[in-house]
T-cell receptor, first 117, second 108 residues
Framework: GAGVSQSPSNKVTEKGKDVELRCDPI?????LYWYRQSLGQGLEFLIY????????KSGLPSDRFSAERTGGSVSTLTIQRTQQEDSAVYLC???????????????FGPGTRLTVL | SQQGEEDPQALSIQEGENATMNCSYK?????LQWYRQNSGRGLVHLIL?????REKHSGRLRVTLDTSKKSSSLLITASRAADTASYFC????????FGTGTSLTVIP
């Protein structure tokens, strides 16, 4: 079946603009995660959703970042008033069941490469 | 700082040799997972080891876990050029934490 998809694959924007990044998880997966990966770095956890529970937003770096997940499926990560340091690859992942202490595998999308000029 | 840290940061070996990567973490975990990332792509899950396990095998992969030292190692035996990628460990406790990764280059 289809894997996790993300759009757009690349996004170039000007400093100060807002951007929206989209993630379509694997159908039936209840957990969804957003990560940020700067060039040559590891993954930085941003936020995760589990079913209808309140999301864990503890990794969001500032209040310019927000995310929502509509209908327990598609998720949108929004970055307001983008800054150059927001430039990174934003990765989305989904898994079958609940979050971090689960043994379920995370399935990753290909990522969105964001460049803020 | 991040929970997981891998070393070495970069590793270059000849095809057929074994590659060993290490991961250290800081707090208690439920399990530890290793992922591979090919250039410009998302991560692919390789193997999971639970906190009560000490060693696990999957094909050419061997993972060890030492919870007393808070460390894990990933061994890839008989490496192939196609193994060239970045390898990340991820620990799960209260959250998922990914390390900074080891960049492996296998020279044909």
């Amino acid at each position: 079946g289809a894997g996790v998809s993300q759009s757009p694959s690349n996004k170039v924007t000007e400093k100060g603009k807002d951007v929206e990044l989209r993630c379509d998880p694997i159908s039936g997966h209840t957990a969804l995660y957003w990560y940020r990966q700067s060039l040559g770095q590891g993954l930085e956890f941003l936020i995760y959703f589990q079913g209808n529970s309140a999301p864990d937003k503890s990794g969001l770096p500032s209040d310019r970042f927000s995310a929502e997940r509509t209908g327990g499926s598609v998720s949108t990560l929004t970055i307001q008033r983008t800054q150059q340091e927001d430039s990174a690859v934003y990765l989305c992942a989904s898994s079958w069941t609940r979050g971090p202490s689960s043994t379920d595998t995370q399935y990753f999308g290909p990522g969105t490469r964001l460049t803020v000029l | 700082s991040q929970q997981g840290e891998e070393d070495p940061q970069a590793l270059s070996i000849q095809e057929g040799e074994n590659a060993t990567m290490n991961c250290s973490y800081k707090t208690s975990i439920n399990n530890l997972q290793w992922y591979r990332q090919n250039s410009g792509r998302g991560l692919v899950h390789l193997i999971l080891i639970r906190s009560n396990e000490r060693e696990k095998h999957s094909g050419r992969l061997r993972v060890t876990l030492d919870t007393s030292k808070k460390s894990s190692s990933l061994l890839i035996t008989a490496s192939r050029a196609a193994d060239t990628a970045s390898y990340f460990c991820a620990t799960t406790g209260n959250q998922f934490y990914f390390g900074t990764g080891t960049s492996l280059t296998v020279i044909p």
